[in-house]
C-alpha cells in the first residue's frame, strides 16, 4: 500500500519569499501525485497533480512541483508567496487500487 | 454541476446520541469516499464506495462507524452511539477511477462536536 510523508508540519515565511513544501512516498508500483489546498473551514482543492511525463508540474496560484523518482519525493515550491497562501496543504499518492492516501499535512503561514 | 455537497455543516451532539452525515457527489462520479480531519491523526480514510458497493472499510475506527450508499447520488456516514473523541471534521468526496489518474473532489465537510 502506498504511504505519504510530509516533512514539515508547520512551515512559516514572510511574505515574498520563496516556499518549499517537502512531500515522500512510498509504493511498489507506479504512482500519482497531487498537492490539495485547504483554507480555513473549506474543503480541499486540487493545486497541482503529476501522471506522467515532464517532472515539473505546474499547478494554480504559481504553485508548482517537482516529482523525482529516485529520491521517491514531490515537492511543491512557489518563489514569492503571499499573504492570501496561509493555509493547509496535503500532499496525496493513488495508484492502481482506487483509493487515495495522503499525508499529515503542511500548515504554511505567510507574515508580513 | 454544484460539487460535492454535504450536510450539515456542523452538528453538535451529546454523548450517545446517534449522528448521520450525508453525502451527495458529483452526478456521474462512481467512486465515492469519506474521510475523517482530527489535528491528531490527519486526514484519515474511512471508508470508499465503487458503484455504491463497500470496497475498503478498513479505516472505519469501529462498529459505531457504518456508512451506506444506497443510490449513485446519496450515501451517509452514522456513528451510533457517539462519543466525544468522534469529534472531527468528516469529509466527503468523489472521482471517476482513480487508477486513471484523475483527482478526487471534496465537499465543505461536516464539522461534528460531540458534548
Known amino acids: 500500500a502506498q504511504s505519504v510523508t510530509q516533512l514539515d508540519s508547520q512551515v512559516p515565511v514572510f511574505e515574498e519569499a520563496p516556499v518549499e513544501l517537502r512531500c515522500n512516498y512510498s509504493?511498489?508500483?507506479?504512482?500519482?501525485l497531487f498537492w490539495y489546498v485547504q483554507y480555513p473551514n473549506q474543503g480541499l482543492q486540487l493545486l497541482l497533480k503529476?501522471?506522467?511525463?515532464?517532472?515539473l508540474v505546474k499547478g494554480i496560484n504559481g504553485f508548482e512541483a517537482e516529482f523525482n523518482k529516485s529520491q521517491t519525493s514531490f515537492h511543491l515550491r512557489k518563489p514569492s508567496v503571499h499573504i492570501s497562501d496561509t493555509a493547509e496543504y496535503f500532499c496525496?499518492?493513488?495508484?492502481?487500487?482506487?483509493?487515495?492516501?495522503f499525508g499529515a499535512g503542511t500548515r504554511l503561514t505567510v507574515k508580513p | 454541476d454544484a460539487g460535492v455537497i454535504q450536510s450539515p455543516r456542523h452538528e453538535v451532539t451529546e454523548m450517545g446520541q446517534e449522528v448521520t452525515l450525508r453525502c451527495k457527489p458529483i452526478?456521474?462520479?462512481?467512486?465515492l469516499f469519506w474521510y475523517r480531519q482530527t489535528m491528531m491523526r490527519g486526514l484519515e480514510l474511512l471508508i470508499y464506495?465503487?458503484?455504491?458497493?463497500?470496497?475498503?472499510d478498513s479505516g472505519m475506527p469501529e462498529d459505531r462507524f457504518s456508512a451506506k450508499m444506497p443510490n449513485a447520488s446519496f450515501s451517509t456516514l452514522k456513528i451510533q452511539p457517539s462519543e466525544p473523541r468522534d469529534s472531527a471534521v468528516y469529509f466527503c468526496?468523489?472521482?471517476?477511477?482513480?487508477?486513471?489518474?484523475?483527482?478526487?473532489?471534496f465537499g465543505q465537510g461536516t464539522r461534528l462536536t460531540v458534548v
Open positions: 468526496a468523489s472521482s471517476l477511477p482513480l487508477s486513471t489518474g484523475t483527482e478526487a473532489f
Open positions: 496525496a499518492v493513488s495508484d492502481w487500487s482506487n483509493d487515495m492516501r
Open positions: 464506495f465503487n458503484n455504491n458497493v463497500p470496497i475498503d
Open positions: 452526478s456521474g462520479h462512481d467512486y
Open positions: 503529476y501522471l506522467s511525463g515532464s517532472t
Open positions: 509504493s511498489s508500483v507506479s504512482v500519482y
